[in-house]
C-alpha cells in the first residue's frame, strides 16, 4: 500500500522548489516509462495504470490501482530482466493491485499497447521526522501520447509527490501541511496515467465526480463501530470533493464541477456535525471554518450562476424585455476560493485522518467510541429527529418566512445526506426513503433558485427598469412555487428502522 500526497506545482514556485530539493541527500534520476492499455481502455476505465519504466539502468513494471482512501493507492512494483521489456501482467499476480489488474483484463478483447510515454526528471529527497521518513520526488518533464506519428501530443508535467516511507502518517500529514503552506503546493488528485488519457482524447472534459454509495466492506458491525464510520463517511466526502477541486486546480472546472464541489463540502459538514458523537473529540473544530468560508464562496458562485442560466432562460420565454446580469464584484473565482492556504491544509489534514484511522492509529479522543449497537441506536434517533423537525415545518410551510423556509431545505438535505451515509446499515431499501425525499428537495431548490433571482433582478432594476420584468414575473410565481413545495414535503417517508446487529 502506497501512501502518499500529490501536488500541482503554481507557476512561479517551481524555481524555489528546485532549489529546495538539492539540499540534504538529493539524487536526480531520469525515469522514461510506457503506459499500456487496451484500445477499449479497459484499465483506464477502473482507474488502473500499468506501465514499464526505465530507472537508470533497470527497468520496473508497476501496476497501480485505486486504494480504500483518498491518500492510499494499491502498488506493486517488479523488476523485469531485458533491455526491451514486454508488458507482463501475470507479474502482478497474488497483490491486491494485480487482483484489479487482472479482473479488469478478464474478458476483454485485444492485447494491451503502449498508449502514452512519460519522460521525467525525477529529484529525490529523503525528508525525515521525528520517527520517520517522507521521500520527496520533484517531477518535471512531459507526457508524450501517440508517439512517432503526425498526430503526436504532449502536455507537461510539473509535480511534487511526498511518500510516507517509514513511520506514522501524521509525521507525514504535518510534513506535507508545512511544504504546501511554504511553496504554496495544491493537493491535485489527477495522475501521470489521467494526463495521458486527456492527451488520447479529442475533446477531454472530465465529468464532474458525484456522491457515491456508502458500503461497509468489513461487514456491519465494524462500518458501526465509531471511528469506522468516521473514517468511511469523511473518506466518502473526500472522494467527491478532491475530484472536483483537482479539476479546478487543473483550469478545467466548470459550473458542474463547482456544484458538486460544494455538495462535497455540504456533505462533509454534515458528516462533522452529525457523526462527531460516534467518537466524540476524533474531529478536529479547525476543519469547519476553511469548510464554511469555501462553502459559501461557491455558493455565490453557484446561485448567482444558476439563477442566471435558469430563471433567465424562463424569463425570456414569458417575453421578458432583454437585460444583462451585472458582472458580480468582489466575488471569488473557484480557483481562488480552492488555492486558498487554509482550505488546503484542511484537505491535507482530513486526507490524513482517513489514513489514521485505517491503520489502528487514531487521533486521541476525549471519550470512549460508541459499540456498533449503541451506533445503530444513535443513527436511527437523529433521522428521526430531523425528519419529525422537517415534517412539522412542512404541515406550516405557507406560514414560514423565506429563512424558516430555508432552514427547511438545509434540514432535508443533512437527513439525506445522514440517510446515505448510513445506508448500509438500514433494513430493506434505503433507497426507497431516499427517493422518496428528492421531489422535496427539487422543489426546495427551485424556491430558492427563484429567491436567488428575484435579489438579483432587483439589484438589476436600479441602473435597468427592464427587469422590473423579472421581478414581478418572479413574485407572481412564489404561491404557486410555495404550493408546489408543499405538496412535495408532504410526500416524504418516514425513516425506515435500522438493521439490527
Known amino acids: 500500500m502506497e501512501v502518499e500526497f500529490k501536488f500541482h506545482i503554481p507557476v512561479g514556485r517551481l524555481a524555489a522548489l528546485q532549489a529546495a530539493a538539492q539540499h540534504g541527500d538529493a539524487t536526480t534520476v531520469r525515469l522514461q516509462a510506457r503506459y499500456f492499455d487496451t ?54 499476480a497474488g497483490t491486491q493491485a494485480g487482483k484489479q489488474l487482472r479482473e479488469a483484463l478478464d474478458g476483454t478483447e485485444g492485447p494491451l499497447e503502449e498508449i502514452y510515454r512519460t519522460d521525467i526528471d525525477r529529484a529525490i529527497r529523503n525528508l525525515s521526522f521525528d520517527g520517520g521518513v517522507v521521500e520527496m520526488a520533484l517531477d518535471t518533464g512531459k507526457i508524450v501520447a501517440h508517439g512517432g506519428s503526425e498526430r503526436e501530443k504532449q502536455a507537461p508535467v510539473c509535480e511534487l509527490e511526498l511518500e510516507l516511507k517509514e513511520g506514522p502518517v501524521s509525521g507525514l500529514v504535518e510534513l506535507a501541511r508545512q511544504w504546501a503552506a511554504q511553496h504554496g503546493l495544491l493537493v491535485n488528485t489527477v495522475s501521470k496515467a489521467e494526463r495521458g488519457e486527456r492527451l488520447l482524447a479529442a475533446e477531454w472534459g472530465r465529468p464532474a465526480t458525484k456522491a457515491r454509495a456508502m458500503v461497509a466492506p468489513g461487514g456491519i458491525r465494524q462500518f458501526l463501530r465509531g471511528p469506522a464510520l468516521q473514517r468511511a463517511a469523511v473518506a466518502n466526502c473526500l472522494a467527491q470533493i478532491l475530484g472536483n477541486a483537482s479539476e479546478i486546480v487543473e483550469g478545467s472546472g466548470n459550473e458542474t464541477h463547482v456544484h458538486q464541489l460544494r455538495t462535497g463540502i455540504r456533505r462533509l459538514r454534515t458528516v462533522l456535525r452529525e457523526l462527531d458523537a460516534l467518537a466524540p473529540g476524533a474531529f478536529d473544530p479547525a476543519w469547519e471554518p476553511p469548510l464554511v468560508e469555501a462553502f459559501r464562496g461557491l455558493g455565490e458562485l453557484r446561485d448567482r450562476e444558476q439563477a442566471v442560466q435558469t430563471i433567465g432562460t ?5 417575453g421578458a424585455p432583454p437585460t444583462d446580469a451585472p458582472a458580480p464584484a468582489g466575488i471569488a473565482s473557484p480557483l481562488d476560493i480552492v488555492r486558498t492556504p487554509a482550505f488546503q491544509a484542511t484537505l491535507i489534514a482530513l486526507m490524513g485522518f482517513t489514513v489514521c484511522l485505517a491503520d489502528g492509529r487514531a487521533p486521541d479522543t476525549t471519550g470512549a467510541s460508541l459499540a456498533a449497537r449503541d451506533t445503530r441506536k444513535y443513527l436511527h434517533r437523529r433521522l428521526r429527529a430531523l425528519y419529525k423537525k422537517v415534517h412539522k415545518d412542512a404541515g406550516r410551510f405557507k406560514a414560514l418566512s423565506i429563512d424558516e423556509q430555508h432552514r427547511v431545505r438545509k434540514r432535508l438535505k443533512r437527513l439525506r445526506f445522514l440517510a446515505e451515509f448510513a445506508a448500509p446499515a438500514i433494513q430493506g431499501e434505503a433507497g426507497k426513503f431516499l427517493g422518496s425525499l428528492q421531489p422535496a428537495l427539487s422543489a426546495l431548490g427551485r424556491l430558492n433558485d427563484e429567491r436567488v433571482a428575484s435579489t438579483l433582478y432587483r439589484e438589476m432594476a436600479d441602473t435597468d427598469p427592464r427587469a422590473w420584468f423579472g421581478v414581478g414575473w418572479l413574485a407572481a410565481r412564489r404561491k404557486a412555487s410555495v404550493k408546489a413545495t408543499t405538496k412535495a414535503l408532504a410526500r416524504m417517508q418516514r425513516p425506515p428502522p435500522m438493521r439490527r446487529v
Do not use: F, Y
Not at 424562463?314 to 414569458?318: C, D, F, I, Q, R
Open 314 to 318: 424562463e424569463l425570456k420565454e414569458a
Open 39 to 92: 484500445q477499449g481502455g479497459a484499465l483506464a476505465s477502473r482507474g488502473i495504470a500499468l506501465r514499464l519504466r526505465k530507472e537508470g539502468d533497470r527497468w520496473v513494471q508497476t501496476v497501480k490501482a485505486r486504494g480504500d482512501g483518498p491518500l492510499d493507492r494499491e502498488e506493486h512494483d517488479v523488476e523485469v530482466e531485458a533491455s526491451n521489456p514486454s508488458v507482463q501482467p501475470e507479474l502482478h
